[in-house]
């Protein structure tokens, strides 16, 4: 059911990740254009080791990559990770989808026998 060439462990880090508000939009901005960490820092109400650790946190995920640019550290955002993630959405949607699908057969008929599961 998981992409394949995820491990729990990846997938866990990603959704860890992307369960906060202030890493999720660090990743919006960085899909569109990438920037630096002091450029990211200035958007927030946090310091700049706050917005480093932010970033730590999605570079450890794979959603955003760091790369020097003379002394500055350039975020850029991996849209491949995020298809990945989508993708195992899409995954979870299917199975959820399947499940109700089979709820909603046994209520229409009680007395039939349960569908085979998916």
Known sequence: MVVDELSQADVDRIFHALADATR???VRRTLTQEASVTELAQAYD???????KHV????GAGLVSKHSRGRERIVRGDAAQIARA????????????????????VLAD?????????
């Open 24 to 26: 999720r939009d660090i």
């Open 46 to 52: 946090m310091s700049f080791a706050a917005v480093q």
């Open 56 to 59: 730590a946190v999605l570079e």
């Open 86 to 105: 989508r993708t195992l959405l899409a995954q979870l949607e299917e199975l959820w989808r399947s499940r109700f699908s089979r709820l909603d057969a």
């Open 110 to 118: 009680p007395d039939a026998p349960a569908p085979p599961p998916a």
